[in-house]
Nanobody, 124 residues
Framework: QVQLVESGGGLVQAGGSLRLSCEASGRTFSRYGMGWVRQAPGKEREFVAAISRLSVSTWYADSVKGRFTISRDNAKSTMYLQMNSLKPEDTAVYYC?????????????????WGQGTQVTVSS
């Protein structure tokens, strides 16, 4: 089993940047494909980005492509989401997730473990 803790959320003006972190503990981090999912109030959850266990493959939602970058440091058991050019519509709770497969992509059913989330608020 793996435990996930997100950090780095906060309030930022439109056009600004934030970097989210997801620190894992428990089983070997490098065994897991990882992803970021967000959910805004009153909206369905949205898969934002995913990365394979050795960073060979990545995936991004069209809504964040070119603005967000997912990465991971297996030595630190940590995944990151660098968010640039933030927009008010990026406001949401951001969750990290771990897949027991090497790469879960944007398939929710492949993710077994979830963090508690971190709030990102982008003001206009």
């Amino acid at each position: 089993q793996v435990q996930l803790v997100e950090s780095g959320g906060g309030l930022v003006q439109a056009g600004g940047s934030l970097r989210l972190s997801c620190e894992a503990s428990g089983r070997t981090f490098s065994r897991y494909g990882m992803g970021w999912v967000r959910q805004a109030p009153g909206k369905e959850r949205e898969f934002v980005a995913a990365i394979s266990r050795l960073s060979v493959s990545t995936w991004y939602a069209d809504s964040v492509k070119g603005r967000f970058t997912i990465s991971r440091d297996n030595a630190k058991s940590t995944m990151y989401l660098q968010m640039n050019s933030l927009k008010p519509e990026d406001t949401a709770v951001y969750y990290c997730a771990a897949s027991s497969t090497s790469y879960g992509g944007a398939s929710y059913q492949l993710y077994d473990y979830w963090g508690q989330g971190t709030q990102v608020t982008v003001s206009s």
